[in-house]
């Protein structure tokens, strides 16, 4: 009995904090009417997965209105409603390829539509973007993201990485938790933004020397104040500071 209490309080929580993350993403202006997808893996049951139901706006998500789905993009619980092919495409693949996959964001915000369409893609240009040095992934467009026959391609451009662009489409980040993929994918978008907003002066750009992006890389690896914890419980503040009970 104690243990079913568990499992409900973690799914509960889980809910909770992916409905959360879809109305961060709008109040940072990072969601794209009802399409992209954030995705979180329903816990005690490693096949299926929590997604949007299709047709929401991001800002009216809640953990209620969250769809339970297999890794073959089909609703498993609850009255049928719909539910984002693409979304189920290229989630369902690297929640099942990926084991420490917790949550999936996939956004196309103008910034990250912009960098992916560059030959250079993501510049090592400043703090931010040094999170991700030498760690970010790239996969070649393809079409909308319709057919399952991308899926092995996707998982394998992916790789071990925890952040991926899509060339000409979006970003893609995956979190061992939901807080660390909002965060990563929070800090994709803003070097992006810095990155246009550089380029956009028409002045030369200072990169850091290799030696300086691969140990700022590694110092937010080893996040030595716990920040990320401290930074998801403040954003679950925000997220829900408006909701009336």
Sequence with gaps: ??????????????????????????RFGMDDLIHTHVSARLP???GHLLINRYGDLFKDVTPESLVV???????????????????????CCIHAARPDAACVVHCHTPAGVAVSSLEEGLLP???????????????EFEGIALDRDEQSRLVADLGSNRAMILRN?????VGRSIGEAFS??????????????????????????????????????????????????????????????
């Design 184 to 245: 990563l994918m929070y800090n994709l978008e803003m070097a992006c933004r810095m990155q246009i907003m550089a380029a956009s002066t028409g002045m030369k750009m200072r990169l850091p020397s290799p030696e300086v992006c691969a140990r700022t890389a590694a110092q937010y690896d080893s996040d030595p104040d716990g920040a990320a914890d401290l930074e998801w419980q403040a954003l679950r503040r925000l997220a829900w500071e408006d909701r009336t009970p």
């Design 169 to 173: 489409h979006g970003l893609l980040t």
């Design 69 to 91: 789905i297999d890794h073959d993009g089909r609703q498993a619980e609850g009255a049928p409603v719909p539910v984002n092919t693409a979304g189920a495409v290229i989630h």
């Design 125 to 139: 240009l400043n703090q931010t973007s040094l999170l991700f040095y030498g760690r970010v992934s790239y996969h």
């Design 1 to 26: 009995m104690q243990e079913e209490a568990s499992m409900f309080d973690a799914i509960d929580e889980t809910r909770q904090d992916l409905a959360a993350v879809y109305r961060l993403i709008a």
């Design 44 to 46: 005690g049951s490693p």
